[in-house]
């Protein structure tokens, strides 16, 4: 009998046991599962953090602060004596798009650039001027943005020569923690490939950006596919990981697209954490490769095809701490539309998929005094609902075999009533994908994928299907057509 997807006691878990971590832009996360991947109850911990952010683009995280959250996890998770040595593995996930430059010993030199740092943004304005954008993009399945490391390269360069002329390497912020922990910067083949260097055919690191960047391909780890464990010698701190393999380190869109169940190419992730995306996983890469999207190479024989967007719940924390809501916004959300809602641009740390607008801020319109903040924060949930259509629109043409949108992530957990909302902007049936920590879920099944083959896995939990509504399709489109107008005249100039 299939095991259903709810959390087992230890004494009930199937072996072997995977540690799974999750590093996302606002905690650590980790915890055990078993090999259905179903989560042992009791051993989840998580530790809070927050990105240091100012007004000039900086999005930064201190690399020894995680380390340390990560020993935390641990600590909390794989100290228990009853686990014996039945933990099998441990994998990690992060954020993707990190860097962190190193010395020789491999301290860091830099704090950890997140995905949001757009200090970057002359940089990118320069590399457009030398290299071909669209080449570049159909090789790397990247464009040229800040969120890569090109450009941060280049702005490290002009701006921090000494940590620059310094720097043995240049890791991910896994690779950091691993090398810490194991000895070994383990990045698998999508950490490598969110850097936006790698040749999404090829799996070799691109010559152009290379010398573009004024680094060397020995600066960088080598992909490693992410069912290539290695066995080092686990730290004594933590007995219970005596025996367990230790798996290259994966970016979270990769881990969160198996974790909500879209395994092929006929189910599309809408990802709705702190930063959301649109994601489906194909065989092979997606040629030709729309101008608006990424495609990264995961794996020997896969890649993930999507587009990114910076601001999500970071939208919706942004409205709730600095607006006055009503206690409850289930009503807001659930309400029907109304042409008095503000149109909001919600690009409050720049711009990804599809416009690649580094610097692009947010844009309230139709704001006047009888506005309240209840309408202001409508709009910000229709907003961006639009910027996952305007992804969807450069995406149904590469990947029209989908047939299924899943949304998961913390967004669609604490506000469901918002996927009636992208139901209706997208004009297609939304899931929910109700499992809490469906990146951490997917990261553990990935490396059960190795450890335990033969097991059968526990399914997705999932709850309501939201139909769009035809009555609503008229509004939708005209303030999809008011978005675009907003988009041109205010926000594509600025790339």
């Not at 913390?410 to 939304?430: C, F, H, K, M, Y």
Request: contains cysteine; charged residues 20%.
């Amino acid at each position: 009998m299939t095991p259903s997807d709810t959390d087992v006691t230890l004494d009930a878990a199937l072996d072997p046991l995977v540690v799974a971590l999750d590093i996302g832009s606002t905690a650590t996360r980790g915890g055990v599962h078993d090999a259905s991947g179903r989560r042992v109850h009791g051993l989840q911990h998580k530790v809070e953090h927050a990105f240091t952010v100012a007004p000039d683009g900086t999005s930064v995280i201190d690399p020894e602060q995680v380390t340390a959250e990560v020993g935390e996890v641990l600590d909390a998770v794989a100290g228990d004596r009853r686990l014996g040595t039945r933990i099998g593995g441990v994998a990690m996930d992060t954020f993707a798009a990190s860097l962190i430059g190193v010395d020789a010993a491999g301290r860091a030199l830099t704090p950890c650039l997140t995905y949001a740092d757009s200090r970057s943004a002359d940089a990118v304005a320069a590399l457009r001027e030398k290299l071909d954008e669209h080449a570049v993009q159909q090789r790397t399945g990247t464009r040229l943005h800040t969120s890569y490391h090109a450009p941060r390269l280049r702005w490290l360069a002009a701006t921090q020569p000494r940590v620059v002329a310094e720097a043995a390497a240049w890791w991910s912020l896994g690779e950091f923690i691993w090398a810490r922990l194991i000895g070994q910067p383990l990045a698998g083949t999508s950490t490598v490939a969110w850097t936006g260097l790698l040749d999404r055919r090829t799996g070799e690191l691109d010559a152009e950006l290379l010398e573009a960047a004024g680094a060397g391909p020995e600066q960088f780890s080598a992909p490693r596919d992410p069912a290539r464990p290695v066995s080092p010698q686990a730290p004594a701190r933590w007995p219970a990981l005596a025996r367990a393999v230790w798996f290259p380190v994966i970016t979270d869109g990769f881990a969160s697209n198996i974790g909500a169940g879209a395994l092929d190419a006929t189910v599309l992730t809408a990802a709705t954490a702190t930063s959301g995306a649109l994601r489906v996983l194909l065989e092979g890469a997606a040629d030709p490769l729309p101008s608006g999207l990424w495609n990264y190479r995961v794996s020997k024989d896969r890649t993930l095809l999507g587009g990114a967007i910076n601001d999500v719940g970071r939208a919706v924390s942004w409205a709730q701490s600095t607006l006055r809501l009503s206690p409850s916004p289930a009503p807001v959300l659930s309400a029907p539309p109304s042409g008095a809602t503000p149109l909001v641009l919600p690009y409050l740390t720049g711009e990804r998929a599809p416009g690649w607008v580094g610097g692009a801020r947010a844009v309230f319109g139709g704001v006047s005094a009888a506005t309240d903040a209840d309408a202001l924060f409508r709009g910000i949930v229709e907003g961006v609902a639009m910027t996952y259509a305007r992804v969807a629109d450069e995406l149904h043409p590469a990947a029209p075999q989908v047939v299924e949108v899943a949304a998961a992530g913390r967004v669609s957990n604490d506000q469901p009533e918002w996927l009636q909302i992208l139901a209706d902007v997208l004009g297609q049936p939304v899931t929910h994908v109700t499992r809490r920590r469906a990146t951490q879920r997917g990261t553990a099944l990935l490396a059960l994928d190795v450890l335990a083959p033969d097991v059968s896995r526990a399914p997705r939990a999932t709850g309501a299907t939201y139909e769009p509504r035809a009555e609503h399709a008229d509004y939708y489109a005209e303030r999809r057509r008011l978005f675009a107008e907003a988009y041109e005249r205010l926000v594509a100039g600025m790339s």
